[in-house]
């Protein structure tokens, strides 16, 4: 059985950086046929997709944060890792990591509970 946790600070201040990490059990985050993600969703909108890092470590980015977004990943530890700079309070959200099976139109199979980050000062 594959699990997810995200973990990282729960606040963060306005024009800082955010730093999320998923920790993947029952699974390896360098195996074929599945990305792992990172999603977003602010509170009363929908799901909105942040990033993608795939078994050889290529990433994929949301055009709308692209320029202030970073995934990366920690293969012995099979962690990955958000970051997102310049935060401001529209990054507030549930922040989750999810597994993609690519190869079957990208299904989300797996998730993490999700973790709520909240930028204020």
């Known amino acids: 059985q594959v699990q997810l946790q995200e973990s990282g600070p729960g606040l963060v201040k306005p024009s800082q950086t955010l730093s999320l990490t998923c920790t993947v059990s029952?699974?390896?985050?360098?195996?074929?046929?599945?990305?792992w993600s990172w999603i977003r969703q602010p509170p009363g909108k929908g799901l909105e997709w942040i990033a993608y890092i795939t078994p050889t470590g290529t990433t994929y980015y949301s055009p709308s944060l692209k320029s202030r977004t970073s995934i990366s990943r920690d293969t012995p530890k099979n962690q990955f890792t958000l970051q997102l700079s310049s935060v401001t309070p529209e990054d507030t959200a549930v922040y989750y990591c999810?597994?993609?099976?690519?190869?079957?139109?990208?299904?989300?199979?797996?998730w993490g509970q999700g973790t709520q980050v909240t930028v204020s000062s």
């Open positions: 999810a597994r993609v099976r690519y190869t079957s139109n990208f299904l989300y199979d797996y």
């Open positions: 029952g699974g390896s985050i360098t195996s074929d046929f599945y990305y």
